[in-house]
């Protein structure tokens, strides 16, 4: 298997968009438990290649398994901060890419200026947990019953990292 971490293209949507409809609908990792229109996911996504934020996606012989973007948070007042998402198809987990392309998005995060990264994980989503606490991301509270999903509620971590002040 040929695996690579590579910024997301245009070239690359449908495939991100198929990926992130199966973890979705796996309804144990995700908000969304199912991908959103076309139209909404396109336009998120421009949104934040136009801004210049991060985005990147795992290819496996040129097919899309993962994806880890940066959205622009909200307000004038949090310019400065992006908002983490990421997700791989099962047979490409645990394999360091959820790693690699956290890497590659801080990175590019900080590069790009932002001094504050933030995200959101269900409470009972111990490997994605692990993964931003190797990372350096810090608990910041619990959004108690922040999801509900067949009839269950969950609780939901905040996580946050701030940028490290130069040498
Ligand atoms: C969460 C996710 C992105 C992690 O990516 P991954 O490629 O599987 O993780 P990696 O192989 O890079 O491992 C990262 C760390 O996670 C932890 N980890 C990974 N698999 C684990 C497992 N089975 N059990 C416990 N910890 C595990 C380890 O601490 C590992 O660190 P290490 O490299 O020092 O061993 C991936 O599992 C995934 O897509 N899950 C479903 C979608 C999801 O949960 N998205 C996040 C929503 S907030």
Redesign the pocket.
């Known amino acids: 298997m040929n695996y690579a971490i590579t910024p997301t293209a245009e070239c690359h949507l449908p495939g991100l968009y198929r990926a992130l409809d199966v973890?979705a609908r796996?309804l144990r990792?995700?908000a969304l438990t199912a991908a959103p229109p076309w139209e909404e996911s396109l336009a998120y996504h421009r949104n934040i290649l136009g801004k210049n934020f991060p985005n990147f996606v795992a290819l496996c012989d040129e097919k899309v398994v993962?994806w880890c973007d940066v959205a622009p948070a909200f307000a004038q007042s949090r310019a400065h901060v992006g908002v983490i998402?990421?997700?791989?198809l099962p047979e490409?987990?645990?394999?360091?890419?959820?790693?690699?392309?956290m890497q590659a998005a801080m990175a590019k995060a900080w590069a790009r200026g932002l001094t504050r990264l933030e995200?959101?994980?269900?409470a009972d989503?111990?490997?994605?947990i692990?993964?931003y606490e190797?990372l350096g991301f810090e608990h910041e509270g619990v959004q108690r019953r922040g999801s509900f999903v067949q009839g269950e509620y969950y609780d939901v971590c905040c996580m946050g990292l701030l940028r490290s002040e130069d040498p």
Do not use: M, P, W
């Open positions: 973890v796996e990792f995700l993962g998402g990421i997700g791989l490409a987990r645990h394999k360091g890419l959820g790693t690699s392309l995200l959101t994980v269900r989503n111990l490997n994605a692990k993964l190797k």
